[in-house]
């Protein structure tokens, strides 16, 4: 239950962090990824997207750590929505021939990491 609760803790600043970050400077954050905010309902969309869904989730997991009743939705929920991601990202880069894009393949590690990670919380907290 450590390992899951450090791991909890871990992604919830990651998260957080991330999620301030593309809230105060939404441009800075998506030039990043190659993205350009063309108008200003696009910066509203990146602030609330990126960093408001980012912020919610974050607070969530610092709340799972605390209720052991919360511990093991919360892991599932981050080896559901880490899968989606890495499975999405990988047929984008197919789709947009994404050998090159080292931003793309940094975040599908970090997606892949963490799902193992995830899984593995997931697995020791079931014994």
């Not at 450090?6 to 301030?20: D, F, H, N, S, T």
């Not at 799972?64 to 999405?88: E, G, Q, W």
């Not at 090159?100 to 593995?120: D, I, K, P, R």
């Amino acid at each position: 239950m450590l390992f899951s609760r450090i791991l909890l803790a871990v992604q919830a600043l990651v998260l957080a962090g991330l999620g301030i970050a593309y809230f105060v400077r939404p441009e800075e954050m998506t030039n990043l990824s190659g993205m350009l905010l063309m108008a200003p309902a696009a910066i509203t969309d990146v602030r609330a997207y990126y960093g408001g869904l980012q912020i919610g989730l974050a607070t969530y997991l610092l709340l799972a750590m605390s209720r052991v009743d919360l511990t093991r939705a919360a892991l599932t929920l981050l080896v559901l929505l880490y899968s989606a991601m890495a499975l999405a990202r990988i047929g984008g880069l197919w789709l947009d021939g994404g050998l090159q894009q080292t931003f793309n393949l940094t975040a599908l590690l970090l997606e892949v990491v963490s799902v193992g990670l995830c899984f593995v919380a997931l697995r020791q907290s079931s014994r």
